[in-house]
């Protein structure tokens, strides 16, 4: 059975690996790609706040050597879910079940004067790139500023908050600074209440100031000030940008979406195309655009994936459920627990913050780097950024 995966992100990743470790040489899974390595979320603001180094935290899917596994990078140029055939840069691919994986893109030029004037850190090249900007910073007026929702990872604006927070104490520079956070949800956290004060409660006791319901629309360079979506203005010294979010073009072009994004059965991750599913950033599934959600829904298509090939009914199906980690700043870290089922609110939880979750973060981390690419990885524990 030929599997044809687009997209070796978590959800990619994950199903590769699963069906590898369940059938072996006997899987013909073909996973394709146009980045040459894989890079966490958390691992971004490692690089941006310093703690770490780029080639530290970037993963090449040249190393991975699952039996029954083959890594293609190349760009998608087309997909015809209806023959289940897939055109890019290095050819034309046939499948008997495929599984599109490709995430949200990021587009930063759809604001204007953010490519121009501000600093994206949601790419992996944006964020590398400001850990430059933020060595040479000097203080000032910083305004972080998500420009649309949905939008991947919900913690991450308020981490960046806070984690900037700690940037600017530990070089001594808070005195001639304010930090700002600009979303359009209502809480940082709308799923989970508790996360949710927690998070606000930080942001009081440091001072940060924090603009719920309200987008950034543009940014005026030339004055330095971020337009929201109310007509208010926030004047800044750096703006740390959060880009619209978008299908992949060659998603859009192919038929599959609606609304913008791929609809698919929230239980099973089938889209309307027989044999086709898809999984993470790219579907309208109802979770957070987060890599612990694709990787849960991946492990539902890699069962029913595994069930067919064996002759078996498939049993596995999708829960809903996820756990992100959420760094606090000051070497704190939660778990955020969250529920999605169709029909029902999302009930979430959380636990701590306390240090203790920091290993935990690493471990989780450690973990899949040691399953998805065969080798022993740490990543840098929470700690204050410098």
Not at 275 to 283: K, Q, S, W, Y
């Amino acid at each position: 059975m030929r599997v044809r995966v687009l997209g070796a992100g978590f959800g990619g990743l994950e199903l590769a690996t699963r069906v590898s470790e369940a059938l072996g040489r006997d899987a013909d899974v073909l996973l394709i790609d146009q980045a040459e390595s894989f890079v966490f979320g958390f691992s971004k603001l490692d690089v941006m706040f310093g703690r770490t180094t780029a080639d530290h935290v970037e993963h090449r899917y040249s190393d991975v050597v699952h039996p029954g596994v083959r890594f293609v990078q190349s760009t998608v140029r087309a997909i015809d879910p209806v023959a289940r055939q897939v055109t890019t840069d290095s050819g034309t691919f046939d499948a008997d079940v495929l599984v599109v994986a490709l995430g949200a893109d990021l587009d930063p030029a759809a604001t204007p004067g953010l490519v121009e004037s501000g600093h994206e850190f949601y790419t992996v090249a944006g964020a590398f790139a400001t850990r430059d900007v933020l060595a040479r910073f000097a203080g000032g007026r910083v305004v972080v500023g998500v420009m649309s929702a949905p939008f991947k990872c919900p913690p991450a604006p308020s981490e960046t908050a806070l984690l900037m927070h700690d940037f600017l104490s530990t070089r001594g520079l808070l005195g001639s600074s304010q930090v700002s956070l600009v979303m359009p949800l209502p809480k940082p956290i709308p799923p989970s209440p508790q996360a949710s004060e927690v998070i606000l409660k930080a942001f009081a006791d440091r001072g940060i100031r924090w603009h719920p319901g309200r987008r950034v629309v543009a940014l005026d360079g030339d004055r330095g000030v971020a337009q929201l979506d109310d007509g208010d203005e926030l004047p800044y010294d750096l703006f740390l940008g959060v880009p619209v979010h978008r299908a992949p073009a060659v998603v859009v072009a192919s038929g599959m979406t609606v609304d913008g994004w791929i609809p698919v059965e929230p239980t099973t991750l089938e889209t309307t195309f027989p044999d086709v599913f898809a999984v993470g950033d790219v579907t309208s599934v109802g979770t957070p655009k987060a890599g612990v959600f694709a990787e849960g829904q991946a492990a539902v298509v890699a069962d029913a994936i595994i069930a067919r090939s064996r002759g078996d009914a498939p049993g596995a199906t999708y829960d809903g459920r996820g756990v992100c980690y959420l760094e606090l700043g000051r070497d704190l870290v939660a778990t955020v627990e969250v529920t999605f089922r169709p029909g029902s609110p999302p009930v979430g939880s959380l636990t701590g913050p306390s240090t203790a979750l920091a290993a935990q973060k690493t471990d989780f981390g450690a973990d899949r780097i040691r399953r998805w690419f065969g080798r022993d990885w740490t990543p840098v524990p929470a700690r204050s950024g410098g």
